[in-house]
DNA sequence: CGTTGTGAAATGATTCACAGCT
DNA sequence: AGCTGTGAATCATTTCACAACG
């Protein structure tokens, strides 16, 4: 096992980006994969992928490939994926609603398992089957349910506030839909979808014809 | 005005980061601002800021600053946002409709004009205000209506077909917000729910403290 | 053969250090 | 004094080139 932190975060992108297409790959059959092929499906060069796998140490077998198997589990376990997470939605708005009914986080192991809103009137109700309640039972409810991701859909100007309130609770990360920097001292990850527009007309208006992921 | 094309992608990254920033300081009365200020306002260091504005010439005033206005006007202009786009979305289920409701969009100057969807009996109906088309009027609306951006919010499996009709149609930029790889000729941005949450679980695994945008 | 793994070279981005302006 | 703009140096990442393997 390589030790994760001196794994350039470039190639820890690309191989969650690895990890889901051997994923179908074996679904559909395919034990053994050379970097050539991964490459060609996801346009990486194989020499960048033979790079970031060689991460792992000796995996691969020369004249053949990776075993799909093997490269998955590998992923899965310096990923963080071997295991399932428990997730707390703050924000029950529109796209606090649309990600509760994302059918995609529950595959890879992520549950949400309760909501919260600032709006008392949404307290006691539930959306997709979750809970959603009052604001001022976020503290309690973490530390009682041993919950490790809190989502974060909340207008900007409360995001820095709930975040604070997260950390207190004993979160260790968070995901961040508010088009804020947060100044807490866990993980976060944000996703600024006016940001991701706005990129898109640079890239329009530069000419440029290329695929750019947003993190 | 700087050719867009030889502007590294990261300062493209971090401009739109400076417009916002300096958008909010202005409408709080900031006429001017100095790369320390804005660079501590957004966890980067100065010199990083000016490397970022010196590809817009000497705009700055040494001893002073720089001017909001005179940057934003030159920010906007460089990223395409001196002007308004129209967007159609395709896919009004729970994330297309979150975000047809996300007033962010039309603040920027983003415009969804129509939203399509496969499944007829959502045709003729309306949500947030915007109508829903059958998909097979999708070519002759973006034709007819000068559509620039597609947005779409589809099953994977459907992603690469309807990217080629809106290519097809003439668009000329897509935000797209399944997880696979589009092989068209426009640019694309992605947003990638679930990669979002497996690189949060991959920090918190890591013990990484600390702030990533996802594309 | 085709393929992996990897030093070495090349490219790209950030940080340093400081000259020069107001 | 405080600040910008920038060449040079450092650091990070990708690509090249090729030896070794099955």
New interface residues.
């Given amino acids: 096992m390589p030790d ?2 001196d794994i350039p ?1 470039p190639t ?2 690309r191989l ?2 690895y990890l ?1 297409e051997i994923e179908q790959r074996l679904a559909a059959g395919c034990r053994t994969i050379s970097s050539r092929e991964l490459g060609a ?3 990486i060069t194989d020499t960048q992928v033979r790079k970031d796998l060689s991460h792992f140490g000796q995996i691969g077998r020369s004249g053949v490939g990776y075993q799909s198997v093997q490269l998955i589990h590998a992923m899965r376990r ?4 071997d295991r399932t ?1 428990k ?1 707390v939605l703050i924000g029950a708005g ?2 606090g ?3 509760l ?2 059918p ?2 529950v ?2 192991g ?1 549950h949400i398992v309760a909501a919260f809103d600032q709006d008392p009137s949404l307290a006691g109700t539930a959306a997709e089957g979750v809970p959603i309640h009052e604001l001022d039972s976020l503290l309690d409810f973490i530390a009682d349910h041993d919950v ?2 809190g989502i974060l859909a909340v207008p900007a100007e409360a995001a820095q506030g709930v975040a604070e309130l997260l950390v207190e609770a004993g979160i ?4 961040n839909f508010a ?1 804020t ?2 100044l807490v ?31």
């Fill in positions: 994760r932190a975060r820890v992108k969650s980006l889901r499906s996801l346009g310096l990923l963080g994926l997470w997730a529109n796209i609603r649309a990600l009914a994302y995609q986080f595959e890879r992520f490790q991701i260790q990360g968070i995901l088009p920097r947060l001292p866990v993980g976060v990850i944000s996703v600024d979808l006016s940001r991701s527009l706005e990129m898109l007309a640079y890239q329009i208006s530069s000419g440029d014809i290329g695929q750019v992921e947003m993190e």
